[in-house]
DNA sequence: CGTTTATTTCTTGTCGACAAATAAAATACA
DNA sequence: TGTATTTTATTTGTCGACAAGAAATAAACG
């Protein structure tokens, strides 16, 4: 008599499910296997993770409320678009948050915060070292996403850690298209950074935070430049 | 025969449960009306509403998501606590927010914007010269909202509103506590706010939302420093 | 052949019910 | 009487099913 198979590991605690949905998809979205426009189908994804429809809707309506999908009532939800056109509001706030955070990072770091610190900024140089950019793109968030936490504002640290979300999606597409020598000049100004933070020199960490955002910046709009010629119809 | 009574307005479109009921616990939680630690239970808020636990859940999981209430796993969820031992870093957040939407607006408003800016200022106004509380607190908001948006920066609105919201349940606490004769000078500042913005003052915007925001927070303050020694036992 | 109307299809929104997890109550035990 | 253990109760998390809405398709009509 044949045994009976069972599904691998069909065991899931009981609230697991949110996060586990909510967290991967989220990653899709900000690495863009799930490029804006692409629609989210409930069933779909019921099937994919072999569970009901409420535990995907809940991780769903949360994704909504971050702007991250897009929800039309009772028809399609899809991936939001990014906002080219308004992209230098984007700007004026990613490099406002750059600065009030390593400015509150030079300001109220504890000992404890450095060490960790420091630790990312070990593992963003291991990623440009082996110029990998996927991985360059995560740990620069999380790089600066400690030095926000040594700044101690919950406020500030929730709309960087969102802008630089958001801009995980917009950085994917840097990458994509041109590969320079540009991001260990990047590790360089992070150096720099963390000296101006360990030293509580709050104007230095300001001065930089704003400069090495310029360069970001800059970097981009560069790119979008470059796009926008190729665009003309010929 | 009797005729069969039915239950008077039983109808509600399809997708509007959710905002119903997502629009008036947030408008209890920030009114105080729910104060925090108040016991959030989703069978309870079913039966009020007269429906399923599903549109309530999802309303719930939308106001966990701003941090208005929040959810122990598997166990109850209530409304969140003001967390008064770092309340400087929202005066820290919201200052900054009050300059920054401030100095935009008076860089980028449009024709249409200040019609609207100066009829929230006529409610608060009129809020003010009826000693009315909870309009103050509610047309203030508002208000400053319109500023933020005249700003055209949407990062920078979505966290100001945010704050302003947050803000509405400490303001709820300050005006029950006393009234005073400050809400006329709050009137006085906000037309001086109109003036700079109208005429694309930004150093006068920024000079004056940043003392609007040092003239808030400073009676706050003075309020908790009063209750702190209230709470002090004899 | 083009336009309007009916039908189908597909997705979401809502419901009632059940199972798991935890707290509270009750019981057993020293 | 105090403590540990079992039982009950309450609340949440998940499920499958059904109905409403809107787009896509088919049909009717000029």
């Known amino acids: 008599m ?23 998809l989220r990653d899709e979205i900000l690495d863009l296997t799930l490029p804006p426009g692409s629609p989210i189908d409930e069933v779909q994804l019921a099937e994919r993770f072999s569970m009901s429809r409420t535990p995907i809707r809940e991780a769903l309506v949360r994704l ?25 509001t984007f700007f004026e ?25 420091r630790a990312h900024q070990a593992e963003f140089a291991k990623a440009v070292a082996a110029q990998d950019a996927l991985a360059m793109i995560a740990t620069n968030r999380d790089f600066h996403a400690a030095i926000a936490e040594a700044g101690r504002n ?23 298209s041109f590969d320079d020598r540009l991001p260990q000049r990047y590790a360089d100004e992070h150096e720099e950074m963390i000296t101006a933070i360990a030293a509580r020199d709050v104007d230095a ?21 470059r796009d926008q010629r190729q665009d003309i119809a010929l």
Chains 1, 2 share one sequence.
């Not at 490099?95 to 109220?108: F, G």
């Not at 960087?160 to 994917?172: A, P, T, V």
């Open 93 to 117: 706030a990613i490099t406002l948050m750059y600065r009030m955070t390593t400015r509150l990072a030079a300001k109220h770091h504890n000992p404890g915060d450095l060490p960790i610190i």
């Open 205 to 225: 960490a300001d001065r930089l935070a704003k400069s090495h955002a310029d360069q970001i910046v800059r970097q981009i709009q560069q790119l979008f430049a």
């Open 154 to 176: 919950p406020y500030f640290t929730a709309l960087f850690c969102r802008l630089l979300d958001e801009g995980r999606r917009i950085l994917r597409m840097y990458y994509q």
């Open 2 to 24: 044949a045994d009976i198979i069972v599904t691998p590991i069909p065991e899931r605690k009981r609230g697991s499910g949110v996060k586990l949905v909510y967290d991967l």
């Open 64 to 88: 909504a409320g971050e702007g991250l999908i897009d929800t039309l009532p009772n028809r399609s939800t899809m991936v939001s678009n990014i906002d080219f056109l308004n992209l230098h």
